[in-house]
């Protein structure tokens, strides 16, 4: 076993011992990634696991880093870059991966790449075509 | 400031370049030459070519305090760095069939599952996929 197994095992012991919780956070994790493009609010995902929504904040935040809400903005954001690249429409895929709103999809999209979806897809798009003509 | 490059050491660009493009799947981005046969190369994801470069570093040929720290990484088996993956599983058995060396075969760790495999230039690469 190398050194860094060894220390793998001395981490799983600490950080992942504890596996009814880990099952628990897994399994909003995949439910996050199967209905992000519903309405999904932190009643819900605590129901799911039948917990309390402040205990299920706190141990997604744990295993993950990150808020289920963050994590939930990055997968629509991420989805929505496909969306755009096959040429969806940003009013079609700001719907499609569950945003509610075109004026804080496209303003979340801007904070998180830098550009707003349709500059994202005008450039995707010419990129294509330029690959193409080349 | 953006974060756009990750750097890793090699011991021969040319044989880092042939193991990250035609096992791993990376492609070739940016490759200038440096004077002295060094080159400033680099490689992106196929399916994110706009995302982080990954610089192949010919460090440890010109510094020895890298090749020192490159050798007691490798020996201890921690990785340089890592690469996310939809699926460990998978990957290993594709890197297995085109005889990539595993010192960790796909292992969980909680919420995540990794696996160490050498790239032959030195380092140690983990992959993880989220579970």
């Known amino acids: ?134 | 400031m953006k974060v756009t490059l990750i750097s890793i050491p090699v011991r021969d660009q040319e044989k880092a370049l042939k193991f990250y493009t035609e096992k791993l799947g990376f492609l070739k981005k940016k490759d200038l030459p440096l004077g002295g046969g060094n080159r400033w190369l680099t490689l992106v994801s196929p399916e994110w070519q706009d995302g982080p470069e990954l610089l192949l570093e010919p460090a440890p040929n010109h510094f020895e305090p890298c090749k020192v720290f490159q050798d007691a990484l490798m020996e201890a088996g921690y990785p340089y760095t890592q690469f996310d993956t939809e699926n460990v599983d998978a990957d290993y058995k594709r890197l297995k069939d085109l005889d990539v060396e595993f010192s960790m075969k796909p292992t969980e760790m909680g919420t995540v599952k990794v696996a160490v495999f050498n790239d032959t230039c030195g380092n140690n690469i983990q992959l993880v996929e989220e579970l």
């Open chain 1, 1 to 134: 076993m190398t050194f860094y197994e060894k220390e793998l095992n001395r981490i799983r012991s600490i950080v992942y011992s504890n596996e009814g919780q880990i099952n628990t956070v897994i399994g909003i994790r995949n439910y996050i990634e199967n209905n992000y493009d519903v309405n999904l609010n932190l009643d819900l995902l605590s129901n799911i696991q039948c917990i309390s929504k402040y205990h299920m904040l706190r141990l997604f935040k744990k295993y993950y880093g990150q808020t289920p809400r963050q994590y939930l903005i990055d997968k629509r954001i991420e989805k929505s870059k496909e969306q755009l690249k096959n040429g969806i429409s940003v009013t079609e895929t700001c719907f499609a991966v569950g945003f509610e709103s075109l004026g804080s999809f496209s303003a979340l999209f801007k904070t998180k790449t830098g550009k707003s979806p349709t500059e994202f897809q005008k450039e995707q798009l010419s990129r294509r075509k330029i690959a193409k003509e080349f």
